[in-house]
Antibody
Framework: EVQLLESGGGLVQSGGSLRLSCAAS????????MNWVRQAPGKGLEYVSG????????YYAESVKGRFTISRDNSKNALFLQMDSLRADDTAVYYC??????????????WGQGTLVTVSS | QSALTQPPSASGSPGQSVTISCTGT?????????VSWYQQHPGKAPKLMMY???KRPSGVPDRFSGSKSGNTASLTVSGLQAEDEADYYC???????????FGPGTKVTVL
């Protein structure tokens, strides 16, 4: 059974940093691209970042480019999101989402339960 | 502001059908058959309901169907049931620069 479990969220001051983790199980992590999608309170979904199965290719939304860094450790079945220079508008639930085999088809077939990041100004 | 456009709400009585539209541009929905739909119940993670416009993941009832015409994709829920009441989000691949875009979501209410 595929499971994704996020951790690392919490309350941080504006300008601070947080590192989110996503523990994956039930599948071979290196085969699939992985993604972070966030949802601000009461708002819709926003694609934040993604990384290919090998880790060699990454993508960042303009809103986080230069501040967030996505990485993965396939040997430890883990995905990470390092978030620096956090702003109030980064406040959201952050979901880890698994892609299907072809990353660009944009099919996120499994999602974690989410971790809440709150940035206070 | 979302790159894709969805109606904020839709509703129907049990057993009826409801169709949700998702309008993009020739750079996203119009360019690729990579439209997905996600269902989200309050306080829960999104769930994949449709992918590549009209393909249903295993376990999703055949009451759900998807289609696309030009720059607009649609999700139809036939035979509405109480458990279908949720928010529905469309998404599309939008090329190597923008990657993936989501719609703002449509709240489906079962009357």
């Amino acid at each position: 059974e595929v499971q994704l479990l996020e951790s690392g969220g919490g309350l941080v001051q504006s300008g601070g940093s947080l590192r989110l983790s996503c523990a994956a199980s039930g599948f071979t992590l290196s085969t699939y691209a992985m993604n972070w999608v966030r949802q601000a309170p009461g708002k819709g979904l926003e694609y934040v970042s993604g990384i290919s199965g090998s880790g060699g290719n990454t993508y960042y939304a303009e809103s986080v480019k230069g501040r967030f860094t996505i990485s993965r450790d396939n040997s430890k079945n883990a995905l990470f999101l390092q978030m620096d220079s956090l702003r109030a508008d980064d406040t959201a639930v952050y979901y880890c989402a698994k892609s299907t085999v072809t990353w660009t088809k944009g099919v996120f077939d499994y999602w974690g339960q989410g971790t809440l990041v709150t940035v206070s100004s | 502001q979302s790159a894709l456009t969805q109606p904020p709400s839709a509703s129907g009585s049990p057993g009826q059908s409801v169709t949700i539209s998702c309008t993009g541009t020739s750079s996203d929905i119009g360019a690729y058959n990579y439209v997905s739909w996600y269902q989200q119940h309050p306080g829960k993670a999104p769930k994949l309901m449709m992918y590549e416009v009209s393909k249903r993941p295993s376990g999703v009832p055949d009451r759900f169907s998807g289609s696309k015409s030009g720059n607009t994709a649609s999700l139809t829920v036939s035979g509405l049931q109480a458990e279908d009441e949720a928010d529905y989000y469309c998404s599309s691949y939008a090329g190597s620069n923008t990657f993936f875009v989501f719609g703002p979501g449509t709240k489906v209410t079962v009357l």
